[in-house]
């Protein structure tokens, strides 16, 4: 028997359906904002991406995984700043550094820290044959003026260079791009940790040092945070099953399959995937954890 509504003609079926998806969607929506309690969570992030071994494969790999996080953030209203790009001898990216802006980005995003790897017919092999690539993924909170993290002058190196890439007159004719080099030794661990931040978002100097220095509290910050949960992630590392490598995440073209290791969540929907539909591995991973 049709509920009433639907018989006086107030609804449709069809209206009844839809109303009932989008529950389900803001439903699991608020129970995926319930997963980011750190304190870190709120945060935006900032995201290293480097190519790693396979040649121009992994050039090509770097590039592709920086369209895939960068569709993602379009798609969920966050804004993309391009901090650092080194681009390959060919093609693809050696390397990257990006500030996503907005609520929870680094809540989010902290799953995707890792190796990636991919396996497809490489379009760069004469042959065509089946080659496998990684490119490895580093994703740190970006600390706002709310949270006080010390740097010691002493353990800061500066040098300039000149920005690289297509821009105004000063690209290419001053030393406008800055590299920071900061050295310490941990004073809980007694570990040398050392950074080396380059930007050159501006054609200011000054300015890229700024950002390099907020970029350097951001590392140091999630420094802070991977000491403080050492404990738990020891007993967590017990828990989890031996995987073959070192990757988090494999991408496996020809076999239309995206596979985490760390929570067994596939999909053979690649293409979706490389377009920025990846919500799903980042519940998974929220879930899990």
């Known amino acids: 028997m049709l509920p009433s509504f639907i018989e006086e003609g107030i609804a449709t079926e069809e209206d009844i359906?839809?109303?009932?998806?989008?529950?389900?969607?803001?439903?699991?929506?608020?129970?995926?904002?319930?997963?980011?309690?750190?304190?870190?969570?709120?945060?935006?992030?900032?995201?290293?991406?480097?190519?790693?071994?396979?040649?121009?494969?992994?050039?090509?790999?770097?590039?592709?995984?920086?369209?895939?996080?960068?569709r993602w953030c379009e798609a969920h209203g966050y804004?993309?700043?391009?901090?650092?790009?080194?681009?390959?001898?060919?093609?693809?990216?050696?390397?990257c550094t990006m500030e996503i802006e907005g609520d929870?980005?680094?809540?989010?995003?902290?799953?995707?820290?890792g190796v990636h790897r991919m396996v497809r017919l490489s379009p760069f092999n004469a042959n065509n044959k089946r080659q496998t690539t990684f490119?490895?993924?580093?994703?740190?909170?970006?600390?706002?003026?709310t949270i006080e993290i010390v740097v010691n002058p002493a353990n800061v190196e500066w040098e300039t260079y000149r920005s690289s890439g297509a821009g105004g007159q000063n690209v290419?004719?001053?030393?406008?791009?800055?590299?920071?080099?900061?050295?310490?030794?941990?004073a809980d661990t007694g570990e040398e940790i050392s950074y080396v931040i380059e930007n050159q978002e501006t054609r200011s100097q000054l300015m890229?040092?700024?950002?390099?220095?907020?970029?350097?509290?951001?590392?140091?910050?999630?420094?802070?945070?991977?000491?403080?949960?050492?404990?738990?992630?020891?007993?967590?590392?017990?828990?989890?099953r031996i995987e073959w490598g070192s990757q988090i995440r494999s991408y496996v073209f020809d076999d239309r399959r995206?596979?985490?290791?760390?929570?067994?969540?596939?999909?053979?929907?690649?293409?979706?995937?490389?377009?920025?539909?990846?919500?799903?591995?980042?519940?998974?991973?929220l879930m899990q954890n």
């Open 208 to 240: 890229n040092k700024e950002n390099a220095m907020r970029i350097l509290r951001s590392k140091l910050y999630q420094h802070e945070l991977d000491k403080r949960l050492a404990t738990q992630q020891a007993i967590e590392a017990e828990k989890k």
């Open 135 to 145: 490119a490895s993924v580093a994703v740190t909170p970006a600390v706002d003026d």
């Open 104 to 113: 929870f980005a680094y809540g989010y995003l902290k799953s995707e820290n």
């Open 17 to 70: 359906e839809q109303c009932y998806s989008r529950c389900l969607e803001l439903i699991e929506a608020l129970e995926l904002r319930n997963m980011l309690r750190g304190e870190e969570d709120r945060l935006g992030a900032i995201i290293d991406i480097n190519a790693g071994a396979g040649g121009t494969e992994a050039l090509d790999w770097a590039s592709m995984l920086l369209r895939m996080y960068t």
């Open 172 to 186: 290419n004719k001053v030393e406008t791009a800055a590299r920071l080099r900061y050295h310490f030794k941990d």
């Open 258 to 285: 995206v596979k985490d290791h760390r929570t067994g969540h596939q999909t053979s929907n690649v293409d979706a995937v490389m377009d920025g539909a990846i919500d799903d591995f980042i519940k998974a991973y």
């Open 79 to 95: 804004r993309v700043k391009m901090l650092d790009y080194q681009a390959g001898d060919e093609v693809g990216v050696k390397s």
